[in-house]
């Protein structure tokens, strides 16, 4: 070891826990911490210079939830805003929960994490990171909290579209979106037909002098009014607060879980209803859906995108917006021209095209001097990996709002917490048990389940799973929110301190 490599270990920065990353998963999962472990030292590590993560990263206009903040917001503070909120509003949410619960001493702004290892032999993480002046910095943890996402922040999603260079106008991917760009009284093309398209497309439409939308295929939209009666009817009575948060995520959940089920057992039925809402707010009851609102898919195969008073669909009707459903064959000087020889003419391309997945925020990971491949890792539950011992892994859901399985394991991870200090271990490992023996791998998620764009690309990334409850993030909350609470933290899949729960001491795992 060199000097200057033993220095930086003597000034290390040493925690109980470090959680990665300062957006909606680390900020709660911190609040978690303080509630339910509150002897555990802990530091916040965030690669930006504020919180938000997300909602910092994307600045286009118009950007918003697409889930409801009844059950994005935590359900330890109360939301008391519309249900789909700007960026701004959820940022100044998170800033109150930070505010209020003193978690801000904590967050190290500015550090990007450049390694993370753990050593057996010490039960120890070590984390390097580096600040933006070239400084770097050690901390350790007995334990790795990761926060961070699932999708690259600063490199989206930009395919390579033939003639790309030869357009002399505008293109920027949406999630680069510089507020200073100027679209008012230009010819603005989006590419894309997701929830990006379908916020900026909208608050486009109000400026530009018009839109086109072209896609591949098109999305599924649930068209309704931004607020809730429920929540209106309460507090009109007077009801406080806390109890209106609570009702009102209980009702919404259910309701989410009733059409996640239809979805799947009546998609034509469901199809036919979310089209009578397109045609009940723009006014229009011959609305046409061929070609252009149709998709290939069975609604929630991928995201079931919230489109508030159905704004997207008022702008074509109005004849702000063009749909186009086709591929591009390549760009040219003045737009694009598809595969069937349209041209489309713009001063501006947006490509609202998606993002990139990215396995741990891209960090290098070691167990005792071994690189960390997480595909061939098997995950539990979605949260821990076989292999990779006192970590747990934040990843939400895609058919319920994110939050709800950030607190949801921050109850978890809290317990295992609590509970290694009960035994006195200073490890725990996941690793499958006897009767899993043979138990068939595959890729993390079914495409059947689950599909987009990024999630198919990036797969190779994500860990396997099983066919076992045990083994697999099913994406399903519902179920989860039954089974995870109840987890035996003496069931066989956990070690602690290299011996198997429910064996005696001296019988290895």
Not at 180 to 187: A, M, N, S
Request: hydrophobic residues 35%; glycine residues 8%; contains cysteine.
């Amino acid at each position: 070891m060199s000097a200057a490599v033993a220095l930086a270990k003597d000034e290390a920065t040493h925690v109980d826990v470090l959680i990665v990353g300062a957006g909606i998963s680390g900020i709660g999962s911190a609040y978690h911490l303080q509630d339910q472990c509150p002897g555990k030292s802990y530091a916040i590590l965030e690669m930006k210079d504020t919180f938000g993560g997300t909602w910092d990263t994307h600045k286009y206009p118009g950007v918003r939830s697409d889930s409801d903040l009844y059950t994005f917001g935590y359900r330890f503070k109360p939301w008391v805003g519309t249900p789909i909120a700007s960026a701004e509003a959820i940022l100044t949410y998170m800033g109150e929960v930070i505010e209020e619960n003193g978690i801000a001493p904590h967050i190290r702004y500015g550090h990007r994490i450049t390694h993370a290892s753990w050593d057996s032999k010490a039960n120890l993480w070590t984390v390097e990171a580096q600040t933006k002046d070239g400084a770097r910095h050690t901390f350790t943890a007995n334990f790795l909290w990761m926060c961070q996402g699932y999708y690259d922040h600063e490199k989206p999603y930009m395919p390579d579209w033939a003639g790309k260079d030869s357009y002399k106008g505008l293109l920027i991917h949406a999630q680069l979106w510089d507020r200073k760009i100027d679209y008012k009284g230009k010819k603005v093309l989006v590419i894309g037909s997701g929830a990006t398209a379908a916020t900026v497309i909208p608050e486009f439409a109000k400026d530009a002098a018009h839109v086109t939308m072209l896609q591949r295929s098109p999305t599924y939209f649930f068209c309704a009014e931004n607020k809730n009666e429920l929540a209106d009817k309460l507090r009109a009575g007077g009801i406080d607060e806390p109890t209106i948060h609570r009702v009102v995520r209980a009702q919404i959940m259910y309701d989410q879980d009733m059409m996640t089920k239809r979805c799947i057992e009546e998609p034509d039925q469901v199809f036919e209803e979310l089209k009578e809402l397109v045609r009940a707010f723009t006014g229009k009851p011959d609305f046409q859906f061929e070609p252009h609102f149709t998709p290939k898919y069975r609604p929630w195969q991928q995201r079931l995108a919230f489109c508030p008073e159905a704004d997207i669909f008022k702008a074509a009707v109005e004849g702000k917006l063009t749909v186009v459903t086709d591929e591009i064959d390549t760009f040219t000087e003045t737009g694009v021209r598809t595969k069937d020889g349209t041209e489309i003419e713009a001063d501006i391309i947006v490509a609202a095209t998606g993002f990139n997945l990215l396995m741990m925020g891209g960090i290098p990971f070691e167990v005792d001097g071994k690189p960390v491949n997480w595909h061939e890792t098997v995950n539990y539950r979605g949260m821990m990996f076989t292999g990779v011992p006192n970590m747990a892994w934040v990843m939400g859901y895609f058919r319920a709002s994110w939050t709800l399985r950030v607190d949801m394991m921050g109850d978890f991870i809290c317990s295992l917490l609590n509970h290694m200090d009960r035994k006195g271990a200073k490890r725990v490992d996941v690793a499958l048990r006897d009767e899993d023996h043979n138990m068939p791998l595959g890729d993390w998620i079914e495409g059947e389940n689950f599909n987009p764009g990024y999630l198919m690309r990036g797969i190779k990334q994500m860990p396997q799973r099983g066919d076992k409850p045990e083994w697999r993030h099913n994406q399903d909350y519902w179920a989860e929110r039954e089974q995870i609470p109840t987890t035996d933290l003496e069931g066989s899949e956990f070690l602690y301190d290299g011996v198997r729960a429910g064996k005696k001491v001296s019988e290895p795992a």
